[in-house]
């Protein structure tokens, strides 16, 4: 039962994650800033699943990617493209979009 | 430091080698930002089990590749093992089945022999389904990870409507050729293929020489082997041909004009090559012929036309049948069934 709970929620965070990811990489963020934003913001994300979704959201040409030597260690810097950008504005909008509709509809099952 | 490198490595080793350096030097640096200043072990431990089985992350890196068949090519994997193995299978028992009936030598008792043929069929059987299975997902699994594409043949289809399902009821009263129908034929082409390839033991005149049916004797042979010998190509062809046309009806289950054309196809050749095997004086024994004339006093010319006539009628009717199961249906459901 709660394996079933767990792997339903795993699924219904599944897409927000992509949403999030994209939302805090308006400038450049390197892997470890990028999850302390997160929680931050109480987006709690598993790293073992972060770094790979940066890799593939890069490959995708959503992100572009940058090595800072600059600094005494190699850092490596991801933003979004102007793509990215594109994808991420019509993202938010379906997220807010379907928030207000679920939370309508969840709303009016209460009430009931 | 020695843990950090190793949990590193333990990732990188199951990534494809062109990505390795450029995510061992971010795992590196992404290690050193969640550690403090000063270090101890015991930090480098929380830090890593954050990060998790290095196997779990190693799999996130490649996603794409943790499956053999993907959801694209699963469904037409399933099926075409399904067909695979059935006529595998079938073939294999009908081949085995009708060869040991005609070699069976009388020595051993009924009983045991067929005990023992069932054994060496369920045997060879089991064998070939691991072949088929070993093959089908070779393939399988090179078409996936050489990335051809499916899409191609689902977007050459029609939009689905509900008018298919009308097409698919009048395909199911006037066109669907029944499973049993397919292993009926592949067994008729076990059977002439068996007792042709054994001619020279079994077929020919016999003389009675002692009681009942272990006194038959083969007495003079129907063939002249090495004729018949020369012949084996084409039959073998035709062999082919006939299992080929079996598992093709099976796949489609149903008369399109295409069957109905290679149907024919199929027909022409059978029916030359009995022609010419007929009308081949060389192909038979010569004292067969003799002792039949002699015993009959007849001519055996009659004989020959006859079966060539019979041959010949019985394919016209089958191959009339075919274009005209296949004329029931409009051509779009040809379309369908093509793709």
Redesign the interface.
Known sequence: MSDLILSLKTELRRGTLTLAVLSQLQSPQ????LVQRLEENNVSI????L???L??LEKQELLTSE?DTTEN????YYMLSDFGREVFQQLKEEWLQTAMQLNSMLQGGISE | MNLIESYISEVTRRLPKKMREDIELELRSTIEDMLPDDFTDEDVKNVLMKLGDPANMANEYHAKLRYIIGPLFYETYINVLIVAATFSVVINCIVLFVNGIFTFDGETSLFTYIGGLLLKILLSSLNNLAYVFFWVTIVFTFLEHAGVSTEKVYTKRKPWTPDELVELQKVKQHRQIPKCEVFFSLFWTVLWATILLNASDLLGWYEQTGKGLEGLRLETQLFNGDVLLMYAPYLILLILIEVGLAIYKFFIARWTKQLAYLNMLYHFFSVVLLLVMLNDSALFNEKFIKIMTTSFKTNLSWLTVTIAGFMILASILDIVSGFNKARKAPFEINQIIKH
């Open positions: 390197y892997g470890y800033s598993d790293q073992s699943t770094y790979p979704l890799r593939r090595w260690r190699p850092r490596k």
